[in-house]
């Protein structure tokens, strides 16, 4: 590539100046048309053969043949400069282009340069390099510092920082220490880690993002199929006008020649296609790669394109709103202890994978004597029916009860209440609290101030916790009382109402949701798998103000390509009209199409800038929350 | 099966929609798709059928933009 550019700039080089004598030096008529064609053929001989070569193959009508048939022409009527004039800009326009396109494929590539060629495997104390695709789960690495973490893993053994930048977006460096989770793809900046792998370096982390990553440019916005198919027709629509410009005026009213010759070639250089040809497809390269880069991957510039059009953001509330994680804060016992009342609990939800069944079983904190547990069966988003002990427990929320017949009182204070009974007798109830998110705050009036109209919150809570959590981040709309199964009709109905939705989950049961909406968006480090599937838009950080970041960012890529759209195409179509009348010259056409493809592409690149962004949400992040 | 190449110098996104279409229309091809800017070429065909499809891929690449370069990763 850059042989190719450096040879490319010689020969504008010699070929500007050659041209440059033949304009100015003092010669006779023949060697000045000499030093023309000398200066012509240098200047021309690749999009010649290029030219040459497309004929061979039988698909003439591309660029080439624009620009050889004008330049061509130009000297054959005598403008021999102009020719000349015409091949040198075309070509000083490609090569900006090919700068403008590598330095975008680079900037990318340094976000799916995630992975390290070589893994250091611990194997009977002795370390082995091998690759990565060798190790298996349960194998022992080992991480040096400033090294690229291979494969997802616990680690067993040493400390260390560890940048998570390249997968999360966040720029502070997270401590590692034996127990804690390591994500592929982060850097280990301190000491030596010691890690157990938990996943084959396909379904890594890294390997992951990455193959999201180059999937996402293959999913085409609307515009840019748009420009694709445009561009298909447009060239051959040109060539005949200009054919049409060419020969009927002289034909029919008996103007001269060379005065519509002329007019048609300036016409067939104006037309090129590669102002939008290029810019549109990079204006939403470069949204996607800046979203990366803030730890936002959007599957496709098409989601990019409907995240701009949104108006109403729901949010499923555990796991985005708040932090997913429970706490028990309260124990209200009937007729025995506390401590009673949690073990009952924690053994019913022995089986549980639930992360309220998880904070009962941590606040318990004892083992689980499992032989004490009978048949235990799930009521989905109601609670859990089992035997402890040979008795009848039941653990769940008000209408378990309620449809039990079992007599409960309402705690006063806001969480989520747990009631237990045991064979048909109500004792108490277990409440228990979620953390609501440092920036949930932020993030709400973040999306007012990017042009949201709505952002409901759905929740499984009863109605007064909800709304108590809602209002202390600044939602209005609240649908509380939810079953799993609810969420979608909730989605359909606002989708029914008109809306464009983008609906915000982490949860197996949010798929649906996420799919049957305009724009799913997953929270990725908590998140589920399914969930993670199902969404277009996947946040890394779990940060929910990165969901009016990502709208900032859809909406600011989304008004580059209509400003390019409407920018190319109206300066063509304004100078091929002049061109038609004979208002411009040949140099003025080049000037034109090789001008407006490069400011078209210098305004696409502003997709990739996200400084501005990152201050602002830096900014957010250290207003204290209420 | 998935089959996924680069194709070195693609350097013009007319083109790789082009191309795109022309190994669609290959025998045995099941959907192709390229990306210009990542430059990757994928073709889902039948393991059987892939022998025959890649040499027929080049040359309708080839035929549209001669200076690039199928290579297989």
């Known amino acids: ?626 | 099966m998935r089959y996924v190449y680069r194709l070195d110098g693609l350097c013009c996104a007319l083109c790789a929609a082009k191309m795109e279409d022309a190994i669609g229309k290959i025998d045995g091809v099941i959907s192709a798709r390229i990306v210009f800017m990542t430059l990757r070429l994928t073709i889902e065909a039948d393991e059987s059928d892939i022998g025959s499809i890649e040499p027929m891929a080049e040359k309708a690449i080839k035929k549209i933009e001669s200076r690039v370069k199928m290579r297989k990763v």
């Not at chain 1, 003439?60 to 624009?66: A, K, T, V």
């Open chain 1, 1 to 626: 590539m850059s042989l190719f550019g450096a040879s490319t700039i010689a020969r504008i080089l010699i070929s500007g100046i050659l041209l440059g004598i033949g304009i100015f030096a003092d010669l006779d008529e023949t060697a000045r048309l000499a030093v023309f064609a000398v200066s012509f053929v240098i200047a021309g001989y690749p999009v010649f053969i290029r030219f040459l070569k497309a004929i061979y193959y039988r698909q003439p009508f591309d660029e080439n043949f624009l620009m050889t048939v004008a330049s061509l022409g130009a000297f054959a009527i005598g403008e021999a400069p102009e020719g000349v004039a015409i091949l040198l800009f075309y070509q000083v326009g490609e090569l900006f282009e090919e700068y403008a396109v590598d330095r975008s494929r680079r900037s990318i590539s340094s976000l799916t340069d995630l992975l390290p060629d070589s893994v250091n495997l611990l194997k009977d104390g002795e370390i082995v390099t091998t690759e990565p695709e060798e190790v298996r789960i349960g194998d022992l690495i080992l991480i040096r510092p400033g090294e690229r973490i291979p494969l997802d893993g616990v680690v067993v053994e040493g400390s260390s920082m560890v940048d998570t930048s390249s997968i999360t977006g966040e720029s502070v460096p997270r401590k590692a220490s034996a127990g804690d989770t390591v994500l592929s793809g982060c850097v280990s900046i301190g000491g030596i880690l010691t890690v157990r792998v938990t996943s084959l370096y396909t379904d890594s982390t890294a390997s992951r993002i990455i193959n999201m990553i180059e999937d996402a440019y293959g999913a085409k916005s609307r515009s840019e199929s748009f420009v694709t198919k445009f561009a298909r027709y447009y060239t051959p629509v040109v060539v005949l006008s200009a054919v049409l410009l060419a020969a009927v005026p002289p034909l029919i009213l008996g103007a001269s020649f060379e005065e519509w010759v002329y007019r048609a070639l300036t016409f067939l250089v104006i037309s090129c296609p590669c102002a939008l040809v290029i810019s549109i497809p990079l204006a939403f390269f470069g949204g996607i790669g800046g979203a990366s880069r803030m730890g936002i991957l959007v599957k496709g510039g098409n989601y990019l394109e409907a995240l701009a059009n949104v108006d109403t953001v729901v949010f499923d509330k555990t796991g985005t709103l708040t932090e997913g994680v429970f706490d028990v804060v309260r124990i209200i016992p009937q007729d025995l202890s506390e401590e009673e009342l949690l073990r009952v609990a924690a053994h019913a939800e022995f089986h549980s994978n639930h992360p309220i069944a998880v904070s009962i079983r941590k606040a318990y904190g004892k083992e689980i004597n499992a032989a004490s547990v009978g048949n235990a069966e799930e009521i989905a988003g109601n609670g859990i029916m089992a035997v402890v002990d040979g008795h009848d427990v039941l653990v769940g929320n008000e209408s378990l009860m309620s449809e039990r017949g079992i007599a409960f009182e309402r705690p006063e204070d806001f969480g989520t209440a747990i009631h237990v009974s045991v064979n048909g007798a109500y004792k108490g109830c277990i409440v228990i609290s979620d953390r609501i998110r440092c920036d949930s705050c932020s993030a709400v009036s973040m999306l007012k101030d990017v042009g949201i109209k709505d952002v409901a919150m759905l929740t499984g809570d009863l109605g007064t916790v909800g709304e108590h959590i809602a209002g202390s981040i600044g939602i209005d709309m609240v649908y509380a009382d939810l079953l799993p199964s609810d969420k979608m009709g909730i989605v359909e109905r606002l989708l029914s109402e008109g809306r464009s939705v983008a609906f915000v989950g982490d949860g197996i049961n949010d798929a649906p949701s996420l799919a049957r909406s305009n724009v799913g968006i997953a929270m990725g480090a908590m998140g589920s798998d399914a969930a993670i599937e199902a969404a277009d838009i996947v946040i890394m950080d779990d940060m929910p103000s990165k969901v009016p970041v990502a709208i900032k960012i859809a909406k600011k890529t989304r008004s580059i390509a209509i400003e390019n759209i409407v920018f190319a195409l109206g300066i063509k179509v304004l100078f091929l009209a002049l061109g038609a009348l004979g208002y411009i010259t040949l140099v003025e056409a080049v000037f034109a199409d090789v001008g407006v493809a490069i400011i078209a592409i210098l305004n696409s690149i502003r997709t990739l800038r996200t400084s501005s962004l990152e201050n602002r949400l830096k900014g957010q992040r250290t207003t204290p929350i209420p």
